[in-house]
């Protein structure tokens, strides 16, 4: 049976990111979040998505103690795509595989930026 103290420390790496997963869904349950701003208020929601699904992809990684990239690309991009499928089945929604691809591009722009920022603190070190 696990110490106590380590189920706290899953709860706290695991938490994050279900959260997350249950925020995502919530606003996707919603029949339509447009500002009426127009290409603005389009764009702006792309580049939230791929902000959103790049800090999920961040807190997977970080719940599976930063080993797993490609398990954590994996969990975010297939969320991702029952999230779409899910917006299918809500009112004045639409799931697309194009915007499957903008939340990947938000993975992959996660993943850029976390290998990078560890290429430098390797260097650093060396």
Request: hydrophobic share 50%; glycine share 8%.
């Amino acid at each position: 049976m696990a110490r106590p103290d380590a189920s706290v420390r899953a709860i706290a790496r695991f938490a994050p990111p279900i959260v997350l997963m249950g925020v995502i869904y919530a606003l996707s349950a919603q029949p339509d979040l447009n500002s009426g701003l127009g290409t603005i208020d389009l764009v702006g929601r792309k580049v939230v998505h791929m902000a959103e699904y790049g800090v999920l992809w961040f807190l997977w990684h970080r719940a599976l103690r930063f080993r797993h990239a490609g398990a954590a690309a994996a969990i975010a991009i297939g969320y991702a795509m029952t999230d779409e499928f899910h917006q299918t089945f809500v009112h004045g929604r639409e799931g697309t595989p194009r915007d499957v691809l903008i939340d990947a591009a938000g993975v992959g722009i996660a993943y850029a930026i976390w290998r990078r920022h560890t290429s430098r603190l390797a260097a650093r070190e060396a």
